[in-house]
């Protein structure tokens, strides 16, 4: 049989076999959150950029469940010296919750604070803080030196969960009923006007509808 005769089977000595060369694609899902929470912070300057109320930026999570989440306390964070706990999900369940997103180095989380202590002090309700990447220290000296209104502190040190949470930046402040749905969203830090005439009105409402 002649070099011309022989079968040609398309295999060639240098051929790399496919099996063991795959090229392996980047996992883009990985960084989908992260994608959308820099689209949202872009909608956020550009609405404060034109002047907008950022309460009028569209949330795609008000009436959905509020995400999968699981937070630690943070460390040495106490009141009366009982530790204050992290939280999850879970514990969003059964009761109205107040989520508030907060920073030390966060200077408006500063200005809105005496109002999340006279929010604590509101019936049928429970607050929540997630302590956005922040230093446990930092949030120590924070809390110890403006009071702790909340009930259960999570750390999010890597920001993964404001991601989830589709938050815009520090500090932001959502309302979840009773089955965990998140059914409020306030975008930045509450003042005295917007406290009263906008927030309380709309956690009234909740409150009522969880009766």
């Known amino acids: 049989m002649t ?29 989908l959150p992260l994608v959308v929470f820099m689209a949202l912070a872009g909608l956020f300057m550009f609405q404060l950029l034109l002047g907008n109320d950022p309460q009028k930026i569209p949330s795609a999570l008000i009436d959905k469940p509020a995400p999968e989440f699981s937070l630690a306390a943070v460390e ?64 120590r000296r924070f ?24 938050v815009y930046g520090v500090p932001e402040t959502f309302v979840i009923d009773k089955q965990g749905t998140i059914r409020y969203k306030f975008i930045g830090p509450l003042s005295p006007a917007s406290y009263q005439e906008v927030f309380l009105p709309e956690l009234s409402k909740i409150i009522a509808a969880n009766r």
């Not at 496919?18 to 990985?30: A, C, N, Y």
Request: charge should be negative.
């Open 143 to 166: 809390l110890g030196s403006l009071g702790n209104p909340y009930d259960r502190i999570g750390a999010d040190d890597a920001g993964r969960t404001a991601i989830e949470w589709g």
């Open 76 to 139: 040495g964070i106490a009141r009366n010296g009982t530790p204050i706990p992290g939280f999850s999900r879970e514990d969003l369940l059964g009761k109205v919750s107040v989520v508030n997103v907060f920073a030390s180095w966060c200077g408006p989380c500063r200005d809105e604070h005496p109002l999340l202590e006279d929010l604590a002090r509101v019936d049928g309700i429970q607050l929540l803080g997630i302590n956005y990447k922040d230093k446990p220290e930092n949030a």
């Open 3 to 31: 070099e011309t005769d022989a079968p040609k089977t398309g295999f060639k000595p240098d051929d790399k076999s496919d099996s063991t060369h795959e090229k392996r694609g980047f996992p883009v899902l990985v960084l």
